[in-house]
């Protein structure tokens, strides 16, 4: 089942400039595994050693925020991977 990932601009280099790919996958473990086939290197800035979520990133599968790689990635839903935000 391929899905649409949209991505921060952090991560266009690893894409060759494009915001918007697409990935097969039921998790975001087995997207992040089929970008990283297809863009390599893309997992490790997003997913730690440990299989999870960097604390820089955030993934969003639709609207709901998705922080393991065994959260699942419904069919049609969008995966969005953004840079998070601090500060105060």
């Known amino acids: 089942m391929s899905v649409r990932v949209r991505l921060a601009a952090l991560l266009h280099s690893y894409t060759g400039g494009a915001d918007v790919v697409e990935a097969d996958g039921t998790t975001v473990g087995a997207v992040m595994d089929a970008l990283d086939r297809r863009y390599p290197g ?47």
């Open 42 to 88: 893309i997992a490790f800035r997003v997913i730690d050693e440990q299989g999870r979520v960097r604390r820089h990133v955030n993934v969003f599968v639709g609207e709901e925020s998705a922080r393991e790689r065994s959260s699942p990635v419904p069919p049609g839903a969008e995966v969005f991977i953004v840079g998070a935000l601090s500060g105060g």
